[in-house]
């Protein structure tokens, strides 16, 4: 544990975590699985912001209060399921919170030999903030916690050959299953969604029409999603299980189609509308649009001449 500046706490070890939150040693140094209503040290003297350089899952069941999470704050009244990767930054919103329920961490060299530890990165949860998190019916709340659970058995049980290959697995399986049920919450929120769609469609409009590369460069997903108050990985997957399309290809979408615009309603070079655009160079715009449209941007528009 370090102190860094702004009064940052950095927890580099699952053990260092421990101690702090006034936990016993952990079972086996490189993970761990605790319930944080037994913390037992008073909360005004936990540390306000941690960083902590090892996974986090956590299953908050009864928890009152927010917690914040970079930017925004979680309300947990409801319970739900958050995933944090290291090198990220949790800071406590208020006093007296309940913290019940699973929290499992691990650090990334007990998984960095395996498989997993090159497929985590694929789980694009990891990268939500925690006004993201996954909400649980009863049955499949009943499939984590039986993950857990198994977890908890084999860390109680005497380390041997077999044991990190075991307890990998499990955690394998509940990211799989994690992946599973965020697609169905996707599904579920769909006119949330719609509505989230609706005003990304609407931000592109307004910045293409208003011309708004003119002085921003080219619209990133980044903007994207911060105006709509979400992660910009969380944006990618709620609009690929929409659309069939991440952020990246709307934006491309929306770029093409007022790119076809000018060509054919103005009489701008090819190298102005790139410009206008948000294109730096007029020929990554026309790399672009012939790999969008198989034809370059002059000959799309001679066809309509």
Known sequence: MSKGKDGLTVFN???ALHKT??????????????DYADIQVPPDELPRTILL???KISYKKNLTGKIKYGQN?????EGGISFMAPNQVI????????????????HPDFIRDHPLGIKIKSYGFFSYTANEALYLSEKEKQTIFSLFENIKEELSNTIDD??????????????????????????TRKAVNHDLLMRMEALLNKYFNEEESLTKGFPTVEYLARSLNLSPR?????????????????????LIEKAKEYLTATTLSVAEI???????????????????VNLTPLAFKRSFN
């Open 13 to 15: 070890s699952i053990s």
């Open 162 to 187: 077999f044991s990190q290959d075991v307890m990998i697995s499990h955690i394998e399986v509940l990211l799989n299953y994690s992946n599973r049920f965020y697609k169905r919450q996707f599904i």
């Open 21 to 34: 939150l006034g936990f016993p040693k952990p079972l086996h140094p490189l993970i761990s699985l605790v």
């Open 73 to 77: 704050y979680y309300d947990f009244d």
């Open 274 to 292: 790139a410009y206008r655009l948000g294109f730096e160079h007029p020929q990554s715009f026309n790399k672009l649009f012939k790999r969008k």
């Open 53 to 55: 350089n090892f996974y």
């Open 234 to 254: 969380y944006l990618s997957d709620m609009l690929r299980s929409l659309t069939g399309q991440n952020a990246q290809q709307h934006i491309h979408e929306k």
């Open 91 to 106: 800071s406590n919103a208020e006093d007296g919170k309940d913290y019940s329920g699973y929290t499992l961490l691990f």
